[in-house]
Structures are given as C-alpha cells and as structure tokens.
C-alpha cells in the first residue's frame, strides 16, 4: 500500500499547475461529463450484478450475500478511519496554496496508518466476536464461516477505496469512479458482472463462497494493475514531513464518527432485519432498495465532482460562489433524480420481479417509501459534503450519531411491527431528518442555501444561456 504513495508521486509538479489554471466552471463541467458517463454506468452495472446474482442464488444465500456486502461496507468506514475524507480535504487545498510537500506529506501518511486500521479491523472479523456478530444477524452458522473471505474482501475494498479518494482529491474523477469500493468502483463491476453473466449463460452452478471470492479476486486485479499502471512514470523521491500520525488522526476522527454514524443510518435497515427477519427477506428488501437508490444516483455523480471544488473555493474564501455552484448543482440532480423517481412510480411493481426472478416481485410500497426518502436527499443539495469540506466535520458528526440513533431505535421497533414496510418507514425518516439538520447548520454557519429552488434553476437556465452566445459569438469572430 506505501508503493501507491510513492506512486502518486510522479509528475506531481506538472500537474499541479495544469489543475490550477482551469477555472471552477471548465472543471465542474468537465469533471461532470465524466461523473455522468462514469456513474451511469455503474448505477447500471450495480443493478445487473444484482439481478445476476439473485438469479444465481438461493433466496437464502442471496440475503446471506446482502448481509456480507453490508458488513464489508460497515467495516470499510471503520478501517478508513475517516482518512479518505481528509485527502478530500488536504489535497484540493495544497492545490490552492501550492503546497505541494503537504499535500505528500499526507498522502503518504494516510497509506501508512490506514495499512495498521485495515489489518485490525479484518482481525476483528475473523475474531470470535465477527463469526457470532454473523451468526446473529444470519440466523446460522454459514456467514460466520465465510468471515475470513470477508475480511480479505474488506481489505481490497479499503485500499481501492483510498486510491480513489486520492484520485477524487486530485480531480482525476475518472480513475475515481473506476476504482471506487465494493460495489461502487466500474472496474470492479465490469469484471465481475462479466463472469456472473458467463456463468448464468452457461448455466454454471455458483455458490455464494464463490461469489464473494469472485469479488475479492476482482480487487486484488485492480489493486494491482493500478500500481504498476502508477509505477511505470514512478519517480522515487524523499518528502519532508509535514505532517504528523497525531495530527493525521486528529483530523480525521470526526470525519470517521460522522460517516460510521451515516453508514449505519443507510445499512441498519439490513441489520435489523437481519436480527428480526429470515436471510429469504432480507434478499427481498435489499434489492428493491437498491431499486430505490437509483433515486439518489445523479446526486452521487455531482458529489464525485464536487468535495475538492467545496475546499477550493472555501479556501479562497469565495462562499458566494460555492452557494451559486450548490444551488445549481442541486437544482439539476433535483430535476434528474424526480425523473427516475417517476419511472419507479410508474414501473415499480413489475421491475422487481422482472430483474430478479419471480420470488422478489411485488414490494412497491417498500421501495417508494424509501424513494421518497431519497428523493428529499437529492432536494437537499450536498450537505454533508459541505460540512465535511469547510471545517465543520463535528457538526456534520453531531447530525449524523443523532439522527442514527434515532433511527435505530425508530427501526427496531418499527421491524417488529410491520416487518419491512416498517423498517422503509424508519429509514426515509432518518435520512429526511439528516437533510433537515444539516440544512439549518449550513445555513447558520456559513450564512449559505445549498437545497434546490428556483433561484438555483434559474442560475442554472443563465449559466447554459451564456455558454450557448459564447459559442455564437465564438463561431461568428
């Protein structure tokens, strides 16, 4: 893991200007087209290596497959440690000050104690406590077995996973996007929606040991054609320290206590009903919420672009132009996403059943509960981003450790009473109150509106207008 650092290293120098000179605008377009393609196609890809597998698995194995991706991602925050977010955050403002040795500095410090995080954090879920933490949540013995294929599927996971927040720093968004996490990065769908699409094609029995393993082989292939795509210009060279292992975790746990706090609040609903229900619904919930996540995906690409533009600009200072960008943002992804939002409206009660087999149709009530809640997530802009980018990563802490335990406690009982409807309920409630928190903390403390309204729409209508006579005038000079 130390050699990406020093990977990352090379032309540094040069690209450091070439990043500086393009202004907000060209980067925010230009990173957007990327995001769009790139994010597209993995909001596509997610939903084929879903159906896939629920077609080559049992009901039982594919909620058992669920509760394991869920794990890795649960554990994933925790081996991160919050180190991803402040590459977001130290990077982009190296850039803005050119302080090129600090922004090294860090990078190679976040490789070296995210190395000690994910080789403690795997160890506790081979632990004794991670196979009866499975047990619980599976209602058997099969997940606790598989628990060492988790944790090495943990591994790979972080260390794309920071890679491609380096890459987000720097503003290389489609090394970002193709790297990405579990099921997030486009490299790792593409090569593991290939192999699930040869083995249902053929027929081929697969069990779910194979899958993840599938999964875990899948990382490794990335992690290691990125080194030595980075090792190729590879220009070795000392870096003074400037920073420190205690400033480094300093600054990133409240990072790491918002997002473990977020990440919960977004897969409790798996684990409790893990704990409540049989693995068979699990499965079924879990994939009509991924159907419902779809909602939130054109906010997803916007917040691949976004987080170093959010440090740039509050490093200069320059508020009013990041509300103005916000606004805009969160108006298109607002348009966008009701969109989508209409399709599941429309469609909803034969798409599951049409992607995942007979077994999973119906649960339209489920998966437009939590649309709904996604839907007024998208509304709400980038807050949590925000926060994170300009200084209050307490306060985004604050909501998210509030919010999350709220929900818990609104989910188990919630579960109890009417099973998954229930659970969808707690969870749209939770992410709506997150917005609504995050909304009044942005306003009052840096004075800012990042939701979508019409100002935001109309910013957005002028923007295009002044591009569209540029290029007129352009065309008639």
């Known amino acids: 893991m130390n050699s990406l650092c020093f990977a990352l290293m090379r032309n540094f120098d040069d690209a450091m200007p070439r990043d500086n000179m393009k202004s907000i605008s060209q980067r925010l377009m230009h990173g957007g087209i990327i995001a769009v393609v790139g994010r597209s196609a993995v909001a596509v890809g997610v939903v084929l290596v879903n159906a896939l597998v629920a077609r080559l698995l049992s009901p039982e194995e594919t909620g058992l497959f669920m509760l394991a991706l869920s794990m890795v991602t649960v554990a994933a925050v925790i081996a991160d440690f919050g180190f991803g977010k402040t590459l977001l955050r130290t990077i982009p403002d190296a850039i803005a000050n050119a302080d090129y040795a600090r922004a090294l500095s860090h990078i190679r410090l976040v ?49 794309i996973s920071l890679l491609a927040e380096t890459c987000r720093g720097f503003h290389h968004i489609a090394a970002a996007i193709f790297y990405g ?21 053929a027929s081929i029995a697969i069990t779910l040991r194979q899958v ?16 030595l795509k980075l090792l190729k210009r590879l220009k070795v060279r000392d870096v003074m320290a400037e920073s420190s292992i205690k400033r480094l975790f300093r600054m990133a746990w409240p990072f790491w206590i918002s997002s473990m706090a977020l990440i919960l609040l977004t897969h409790a609903e798996i684990w409790i009903l893990g704990y409540l229900r049989p693995p068979e619904d699990v499965a079924a919930f879990a994939l009509v919420a991924k159907l419902a996540l779809l909602v ?11 987080p170093p533009l959010i440090s740039e600009l509050y490093a200069k200072e320059d508020i009013k132009k990041m509300e103005r960008m916000l606004r805009i943002s969160a108006g298109l992804t ?35 509960v939590l649309a709904v809640g996604w839907l007024f997530h998208v509304w709400a802009g980038s807050g949590g981003f925000v ?22 406690l609104l989910g188990l009982w919630l ?20 917005n609504v928190f995050m909304l009044l903390v942005i306003r009052y403390k840096l004075n800012i509106r990042i939701y979508a309204g019409l100002s935001g729409l109309y910013d957005l209508k002028h923007e295009l207008i002044k591009r569209r006579q540029a290029r007129q005038q352009n065309a008639a000079d």
């Not at 999964?215 to 992690?223: H, K, M, P, Y």
Request: aromatic content about 12%; some cysteine; hydrophobic content about 60%.
């Open 111 to 159: 490789f070296l104690a995210g190395t000690l995080t994910i080789l403690v954090t795997a160890l506790v879920l081979v632990s004794p406590f991670g196979v009866w933490m499975a047990g619980k949540l599976s209602h058997g013995p099969l997940l606790g077995e598989l628990m060492p294929l988790v944790a090495l599927w943990l591994i790979v996971t972080v260390m």
């Open 296 to 306: 939130s995906f054109p906010l997803v690409i916007v917040n691949s672009v976004l």
């Open 334 to 368: 607002t348009l966008c996403s009701s969109a989508i939002f209409l399709v599941l409206l429309l469609f909803g009660n034969w798409l599951p059943g049409f992607l995942f087999g007979d077994y999973y149709a119906g649960n339209w009530d489920i998966m437009m």
């Open 415 to 434: 579960t109890r009473q009417y099973g998954g409807l229930g659970m969808a309920v707690a969870s749209s409630s939770g992410l709506i109150l997150v």
């Open 212 to 227: 993840i393993s599938l999964f875990i082989i899948s990382g490794f292939i990335l992690a290691l054609l990125a080194v």
């Open 387 to 408: 926060l994170n980018m300009t200084d209050n990563q307490r306060s985004a802490m604050v909501i998210n450790l509030v919010a999350g335990f709220l929900t818990l």
């Open 181 to 201: 996490g579990a099921l997030t990065g486009l490299g790792n769908i593409l090569i593991v929606s290939f192999a699930l699409s040869i083995a249902w094609y």
